[in-house]
């Protein structure tokens, strides 16, 4: 019982702390729209009569003082109504999320990447960190921050795609309609087309995360209980494994799931070079041609999505490490 009221505490918190950073978010939103021009001016264009630009303006509510106006985005906020793009006649959410699903699944490959890579890589520099395998991954991790991601792009499309010809090096490719989502991990067309997006992406969080895991991997290793376990026998590979990777990678599941919002920001980079439909993109396209409404609803929607991502990451250490307490997580 005690259990359950101590959880239901920390759903509390969280759902509380989670509210007030998206009325933040939409206070910013809001701040961001009304200063950067009048959107009357992209509605009626120029050559409108001043009689007429008024009248609309009093329609829409432009001309009542900026708390009312505020109140009253709040609330069409809260029936998620973010306002009618200017470029596509639609509501911003309903196209900022038609773009949802190709940045997902760019973020989604990146991350796999960035873990199936910087786990055994950091690994193995913690454990043979005197061997020329260590050294060369620690030399590229450094070679890998240093390099701007949409140079890395160009160099993947130059290699794969342009000398080798082996991968496509533009688009989404194929994909498959399930509905409310656009996949295009369920065709092959697809995944080739994935594949130098998300090498691209992931090179912005690789040398960061090999680092961090053979850091934590060095630190576990200097623990009594790994010393321990090597004294009663136990194989290296279950020590570095069972015993201390499993360790390691508490701190990691916090900092991965902040870094993914990284991951979210640097889609507009990859996705400019690789000419990928999704929000990044779509946002740039928003900036090039003013429209203000659909600039606010994407800035909001990645604030929910970090919103989203780090109450995850709670839940997630929580669960992994037992020794934080539901009473005392603040």
Partial sequence: MKALAAGAGFF?????????VMLAILVIAFAVRTSLGDPLREIM?????????????HEL????????????????????????????KRP????????????FELVLGASLIVLLLSVPGGVYAAVRPGTLGARLILGLSVLGISVPVFVTGILLITVFSVWLGWLPAFGRGETVDLGVWQTGL??????????????????????????????????ELDHDYVR????????????????????????????????????IAYTLLTETVFQWPGMGFLFLEAV?????????????????????????VDLVSLMLDPRISLEATP
């Fill in 288 to 312: 090039t041609r003013a429209d203000i409404p659909l600039i606010t609803t994407y800035l909001v929607l990645v604030g929910l999505l970090f919103v989203i991502t780090n109450t995850i």
């Fill in 12 to 20: 509390a918190r969280r759902l509380f702390q989670a509210l007030l």
């Fill in 45 to 57: 264009g120029q050559a409108v009569p001043e009689s007429e630009r008024a009248e609309l303006r």
């Fill in 61 to 88: 509510g432009l001309d009542a003082p900026w708390p009312l106006q505020l109140v009253r985005y709040l609330g069409r906020a809260a029936t998620g109504d973010l306002g009618t793009s200017i470029i596509y």
């Fill in 92 to 103: 911003t959410v309903e196209v900022v999320l038609a773009k949802f699903p190709a940045s």
């Fill in 228 to 263: 321990t376990a090597r004294a009663k026998g136990a194989a290296p590979l279950r020590v570095w494994l069972v015993h201390a990777l499993r360790n390691a990678l508490l701190p990691l599941v916090a900092v991965g799931g902040l870094q993914v919002g990284t991951l």
């Fill in 186 to 219: 369920l065709t092959l067309d697809g995944l080739e087309h994935l594949l130098l997006p998300a090498l691209t992406l992931s090179s912005i969080m690789l040398p960061l995360f090999i680092r961090l895991v053979r850091g934590a991997m060095l630190d």
